[in-house]
């Protein structure tokens, strides 16, 4: 997941809709989504889905997604 600008991945939060943010695990490094309502509105995070990581590298279309 080279070439990310991890400050532009984001979603909308599936459980409050929020902003969801690029987050790294302070354990091990690895990323994942995070809600910006964490830690006192909202606690969901999920996997970064691929398609999103694709965005924030500047694909302007994405097959199957048109």
Known sequence: ???????KVTMPCPKCGRVMKA????ENGSRFMGCTGWPNDCQATAPIPAYVI???QGATSLPGFD
């Not at 987050?23 to 302070?26: A, D, L, S, V, Y």
């Open 1 to 7: 997941m080279a070439d990310v600008e991890w400050d």
């Open 54 to 56: 694709l965005k924030a």
């Open 23 to 26: 987050r790294q695990n302070k």
